[in-house]
C-alpha cells in the first residue's frame, strides 16, 4: 500500500486544486500561474529526454511546441465553434468536453511527426551541429506558419476560448485546469517509465558512448528517432494546453527565446534528472511572475529619477536580457543544475518505498 502514496497524494492534490477553483477560493491569477507551472513541467521534463537522458543538444524545442499549439486549436475550432474561416461547427459544441484530450493528443502527433525532421540529421551529427539543425527547424515551422493567411499568419490565431465556453455549457467546472493537471501527471509517469525502460536505457547508453552503444547491439538510429518523436510530441501537447489557456496565439510566441526558456529549465534543474526538472518548472514560473511586478516598478523608479524617457518601458525588454543571462550564469556557477543526474529518492533513499513505477 505504500506504492499507491504518491498517486494517491497526486489524486488528492488534483481533487483540493479544482475543488478550490470551482468554488472560486483561488482566483483566476493564481489558476493560471498553476497552469503555466504544468505546462513548464511538461516542457522541461520532456526537453531533458534530449539533452539530458541521451546528452545530445537541440535548441529548438518552441517549434514543436507551436506545431501542436496550432493543430489542436485548429482542430477545436473546426469542430466545436462557428468560425467565419471554417464555417458552422462540424460537430455538436457539447461534445468538446469528451473530445478535447483527443484532439489534444493529435496535435501531440503531428508535432511527433515535425520531430522526425530533427530525427533523421541527428543520425549524422551531433552536439554543434544538432544544434544548428534544431535552430533552423524552429525557424522553419515558425515561418510556415507566418505565411500561411488561412490560420492568421503573422496575425496569431483566437477561437479557442469558444471551446471552452462550449465546456463549461456542458458542466461549468474549470476544465482547462484539469486537463493541464492530468497531462502533467501523466507526462512525468509516462518519461519515468520511459527511462526505465530498454529504450530508456538504450537513449542513456548513447549519451556515454555512441559507439559503444551500438557495438553492444544498441540500434541508435531507432532510439534516436524514438527519443525526438517523444519528446517533440509531448512539446506539441504543452502548446495545445498553452493556446487554451491564453486563448490566442501567435507564430512569435515560439521563437527562440521560448526555446531559450526551456533550456534554462532544463540546465537549472539538472541534465537527466527528471526531479529536477520538475523543480525548476516550478522554481523558473515563479521566478517569471515575479518579475511581472518588480520590472514595472523599476520602470517607475528610473521614469521618476529620469533615467529612461517617457514612453519607453525596460520592463518589455528585460525578459529578454534576464532569461538568457541565467542560462550564462548556470553555465558558469552550476553547470550539473540544482539536482545534477540524481533523482529526489536518489537523495531521499526512504521515498522508494512510496512510490514504484515497474
Not at 483561488?26 to 522541461?44: A, E, K, P, R, T
Not at 484530450?101 to 554543434?128: E, W, Y
Not at 495545445?240 to 486563448?247: D, S, V
Request: with cysteine; net charge neutral; charged share 10%.
Amino acid at each position: 500500500m505504500q506504492k499507491l502514496t504518491v498517486p494517491t497524494l497526486l489524486l488528492a492534490m488534483t481533487g483540493v486544486v479544482v475543488f478550490m477553483s470551482h468554488q472560486e477560493y483561488i482566483d483566476l491569477y493564481i489558476q493560471s500561474v498553476i497552469m503555466f507551472m504544468g505546462v513548464n513541467i511538461i516542457l522541461s521534463s520532456s526537453f531533458n529526454i534530449v539533452n539530458g537522458y541521451m546528452g545530445e543538444f537541440a535548441c529548438g524545442h518552441a517549434g514543436f511546441m507551436a506545431v501542436g499549439a496550432y493543430v489542436t486549436s485548429i482542430l477545436n475550432v473546426m469542430l466545436f465553434t462557428d468560425d467565419k474561416v471554417f464555417g458552422n461547427a462540424l460537430l455538436s459544441p457539447e461534445l468538446a468536453v469528451f473530445l478535447f484530450p483527443v484532439t489534444l493528443l493529435v496535435g501531440g502527433v503531428a508535432a511527433a511527426l515535425a520531430g522526425v525532421l530533427v530525427a533523421i540529421p541527428s543520425f549524422k551529427t551531433r552536439d554543434d551541429y544538432l544544434a544548428i539543425i534544431t535552430i533552423a527547424a524552429n525557424y522553419i515551422i515558425i515561418s510556415t506558419i507566418i505565411n500561411m493567411d488561412s490560420i492568421g499568419g503573422a496575425r496569431g490565431f483566437m477561437g479557442m476560448k469558444k471551446v471552452l465556453f462550449a465546456m463549461d455549457d456542458s458542466l461549468s467546472v474549470p476544465w482547462i485546469l484539469i486537463w493541464v493537471m492530468v497531462f502533467t501527471i501523466g507526462t512525468v509517469f509516462i518519461i519515468r517509465r520511459f527511462v526505465s525502460s530498454t529504450y530508456g536505457k538504450g537513449i542513456i547508453a548513447i549519451k556515454q558512448d555512441e559507439v559503444a552503444a551500438e557495438i553492444m547491439s544498441v540500434n541508435t538510429n531507432r532510439m534516436k528517432l524514438v527519443a525526438f518523436m517523444l519528446s517533440s510530441g509531448l512539446a506539441g501537447i504543452a502548446g495545445g494546453l498553452f493556446a487554451h489557456i491564453l486563448g490566442y496565439i501567435n507564430p512569435n510566441s515560439f521563437g527562440i527565446l521560448k526555446s531559450t526558456e526551456c533550456l534554462v529549465m532544463v540546465y537549472l534543474g539538472g541534465m537527466g534528472s527528471l526531479s529536477g526538472s520538475v523543480l525548476s518548472a516550478i522554481i523558473f514560473t515563479l521566478l517569471l511572475e515575479s518579475l511581472r511586478f518588480v520590472l514595472p516598478w523599476m520602470d517607475t523608479v528610473l521614469h521618476y529619477a529620469h533615467l529612461l524617457p517617457d514612453g519607453y518601458e525596460l520592463s518589455q525588454v528585460w525578459k529578454w536580457v534576464i532569461i538568457p543571462l541565467i542560462l550564462i550564469l548556470l553555465m558558469q556557477f552550476r553547470p550539473e543544475g540544482i539536482m545534477g543526474n540524481r533523482e529526489l529518492s536518489d537523495i531521499f533513499p526512504g521515498l522508494k518505498r512510496f512510490y514504484s513505477f515497474k
